[in-house]
């Protein structure tokens, strides 16, 4: 990021680190209060998040990427460690779109190389696509 000052960081900046800090949160809980705790963050990160989007007509990350990112609820419900590891992932790599701008490249072939290097694991073709498209993507 540009700066370690928080009032020299630009708006995306400041979302970037949110969204990091909440990746790092889910990451290490490690029992259930701590799980939930975390969760319950990152649902206020990204409903922020999706407020400032809109607000200043960001085009990332867009409504399909909030929805997917909003869909575990604070009590865990839908909380399978497929989808956690996905949302840890997801995080991370709008995390760093916003700090370090537009990477755009075919989504197609990210999210190929994400199913690929996640051991090419059944049914989680929509976080790799979702995952590819942020990563991809900015506005």
Known sequence: ?????????????????????????LDKACDTTS??????????????????????????PNQRQVAY????????????????NALIDINREVSDILAHGDDIARIRERAYAIWESRGRPQEQDL???????MELSSG
């Open 35 to 60: 799980f939930l705790k975390a969760l319950e963050r990152n649902q206020r990160v990204w409903r922020t998040l999706a407020h400032i989007a809109a607000a200043r007509a960001w085009q990332f």
């Open 1 to 25: 990021m540009a700066s370690l000052h928080p009032e020299k960081l630009t708006l995306a900046e400041t979302g970037a680190l949110a969204l990091d800090e909440a990746a790092q949160e």
């Open 127 to 133: 976080e790799h696509w979702l995952l590819a498209e």
């Open 69 to 84: 990112a909003l869909s575990t609820d604070e009590h865990g419900n839908g909380a399978s460690d497929a989808r956690v």
